[in-house]
C-alpha cells in the first residue's frame, strides 16, 4: 500500500505529487483545485505524508507504512498543521497564530507541513495575513492551499503556488474506493457513487446512512408529483424540509464525533460529566458549531437542488438517446422513460436551467429558500 491509494482516478496528479516529494527542495506552496468531492484535502495530506516519509529512497516517499506516513494521513503528525473552515471560523488571530506557527522548525520531519482546506472561504484579512507568510517563507515549511478553482483564491496567492488540478473521478473508481476503504458492499457502492455523482463524501455518506439515501430518494421522485399549483407548492415546501433534515442529521452526527473528540483530549471520559473548569471549552466548541451550521446550510439547499437536477439530466439523456444510457437515477428507469416521453429536449433543458438558476439566486442573493424553490416549482409545472 502507499499514500497514494486512496487517490482513485488522478493519476496525473499523483505522479506529479510523487516526483515533488522525492526532490531535495519541492516548491514551498501549493493549491489544490478540484470541484467539490474530487478529494482535494485527502490530496494534500497524502502529499503531506510524503513530504514528511521517513524512507531512506527519496523515491519510495509516500511508503504508507512508516510511522511519518501513517500520522500524517490520521492527522496526528506534529509536523503537520491542518485548517478547515468547515471546523472553525479563521478568524485573523487564528491566521496570525498559523503563521507564527509556519516559523517553526519541523520538531521530527523533513518539513512544516500546513495544509489550508477551503483557502477560498477564508476572509480577506486572513488571506492578506497568509499571504506575507507565503511570500516570505520559512526554509522548512511548506503551504498546501485547498479551493475548488484557481479564480478562487486572490491572484498573488495564485501566482506563489504551483497548480494541482483535480478532476472529479469516474463513478466507478468512486465506488471501488467506497468497497476498499469503507469496506462498503460493491453493489450499494456502485448506486452511491453514481448517485452522488461522483462526489466522494457525499457518495460515502449515501452508503453509510439510509436516511441520507431515503431522503434523496424523495428529492429525485418530486418532480413525478409537479401537475398542479398546488401540487407544485407542496413539492417546494418538501424540498425544503427535506434539504434540512439532511443537513440536521449530517449536522448531529459531526458534532457529536467533535464533542467526544474534544472531551477525550481533555481526558474525559466518553458519558462523563464535563469539570467546571473544561466547560468554557466545549461551550466555544458548540458555539462555532452553531454558527458553522447557519453558514453551511446553503450547502444543503444546493445539494437538494443538484439531485433534483439530475433527475431531469436522465430525462434530458433518454430524450436525445433511446439506447442504453448512463443514469445517474438507474433505479427509477421506467418513471423517467415515461417522464422522457411526454415533453422535449427543450423543454428539460429550460427547466434544467431554472434549477441552475435558483441555486445562483441562492448563493448570491438573501432571498428566502422556500420563496425561491416555490418559483422554481411552479416554473418547473
Ligand atoms: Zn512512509
Known amino acids: 500500500m502507499s499514500v497514494w491509494d486512496d487517490l482513485q482516478g488522478q493519476a496525473p496528479v499523483v505522479e506529479q505529487l510523487r516526483r515533488a516529494a522525492a526532490q531535495e527542495r519541492p516548491n514551498h506552496a501549493w493549491l489544490f483545485t478540484g470541484p467539490p468531492g474530487s478529494g482535494r484535502s485527502n490530496a494534500a495530506r497524502a502529499f503531506a505524508a510524503a513530504l514528511l516519509c521517513e524512507q531512506q529512497d527519496p523515491a519510495a516517499r509516500g511508503c504508507g507504512s512508516c510511522r511519518a506516513c501513517r500520522t500524517a494521513l490520521a492527522g496526528s503528525h506534529a509536523d503537520v498543521t491542518s485548517v478547515t473552515t468547515e471546523k472553525v471560523t479563521i478568524s485573523i488571530d487564528e491566521a496570525r497564530d498559523l503563521v507564527r506557527r509556519a516559523q517553526d522548525r519541523p520538531s521530527t520531519g523533513r518539513w512544516r507541513v500546513i495544509i489550508v482546506e477551503d483557502a477560498d472561504r477564508m476572509q480577506e484579512r486572513s488571506t492578506n495575513v497568509l499571504l ?9 515549511t511548506v503551504w498546501l492551499l485547498c479551493a475548488p478553482s484557481p479564480g478562487d483564491v486572490l491572484v498573488t496567492i495564485r501566482s506563489r503556488c504551483r497548480a494541482v488540478g483535480l478532476r472529479l473521478p469516474p463513478a466507478d ?47 429525485v421522485r418530486l418532480p413525478l408529483s409537479l401537475r398542479s399549483v398546488p401540487g407544485a407548492m407542496k413539492a417546494a415546501a418538501d424540498l425544503v424540509a427535506l434539504a434540512e433534515a439532511e443537513a440536521q442529521a ?8 467533535e464533542r467526544d473528540a474534544l472531551l477525550s ?16 471549552q466545549v461551550k466555544r466548541l458548540e458555539e462555532d458549531q452553531a454558527r458553522r451550521a447557519k453558514r453551511s446550510k446553503n ?23 433511446a439506447g ?25 433543458l429550460a427547466r434544467m436551467e431554472e434549477i441552475n438558476a435558483v441555486r445562483r439566486r441562492l ?16 416554473s418547473l409545472l
Open 173 to 219: 473508481d468512486v465506488a471501488d474506493l467506497l468497497v476498499r476503504r469503507d469496506g462498503i458492499d460493491p453493489e450499494l457502492a456502485r448506486q452511491a457513487a453514481r448517485a452522488a455523482q461522483s462526489h466522494i463524501g457525499i457518495a460515502k455518506r449515501l452508503a453509510t446512512d439510509s436516511g441520507a439515501r431515503e431522503r434523496r430518494d424523495r428529492i
Open 265 to 280: 483530549s481533555l481526558g474525559v471520559e466518553p458519558g462523563g460529566t464535563v469539570p467546571a473548569a473544561l466547560r468554557s
Open 132 to 140: 506575507k507568510a507565503i511570500e516570505e517563507p520559512p526554509p522548512r
Open 324 to 348: 442504453g444510457t448512463d443514469l445517474v437515477n438507474a433505479g427509477l428507469r421506467a418513471e423517467l422513460e415515461e417522464f422522457a416521453g411526454k415533453g422535449s429536449p427543450e423543454q428539460t
Open 250 to 257: 449530517s449536522f448531529e452526527e459531526r458534532d457529536a464525533a
Open 299 to 321: 450547502d444543503y439547499f444546493d445539494r437538494a437542488l443538484t439531485d433534483l437536477l439530475s433527475f431531469y439530466r436522465d430525462v434530458l439523456l433518454l430524450q436525445l438517446d
Open 363 to 378: 448563493v448570491t442573493t438573501n432571498v428566502q429558500p422556500l420563496l425561491a424553490i416555490e418559483a422554481m416549482a411552479l
